[in-house]
């Protein structure tokens, strides 16, 4: 009985200690069709960015949670693919703001 009190109160704690915060998100994809999808996944939080153009686009996602560094992802997104950006936090989060920005690849190797 003295078991299964310590692992309903133990559940009870982990259920409570779940982490849940606002995502704000902006998305600059100068006129692509490029879709960024924000999700909570344990403590970490991920972009799914989907390609929905028929050529390859570069993105940067940029994490920001308030005194911490600026963490950002470089991803290629391949045309009709996605892809995952994963950003999991140092200190406790009380509002996060994501910031992707994405441009044709093309764009890129005309560049470099």
Avoid at 47 to 73: K, S, T, Y
Avoid at 87 to 97: A, E, G, H, T, Y
Avoid at 104 to 110: I, L, M
């Amino acid at each position: 009985m003295r078991v299964r009190v310590t692992c309903l109160l133990a559940a009870i704690f982990f259920s409570a200690a779940a982490v849940a915060y606002p995502i704000d998100m902006e998305v600059k994809s100068q006129g692509l069709d490029v879709e960024a999808l924000p999700q909570l996944l344990g403590e970490a939080t991920v972009v799914r960015l989907v390609n929905h153009q028929a050529f390859a686009v570069r993105c940067d996602v940029h994490f920001r949670n308030g005194p911490e560094i600026v963490r950002v992802r470089k991803v290629r997104v391949e045309p009709a693919a996605d892809h995952i950006a994963r950003f999991m936090p140092s200190r406790q989060v009380i509002r996060l703001k994501v910031v992707v920005e994405c441009w044709p690849a093309e764009k890129e190797a005309e560049a470099g």
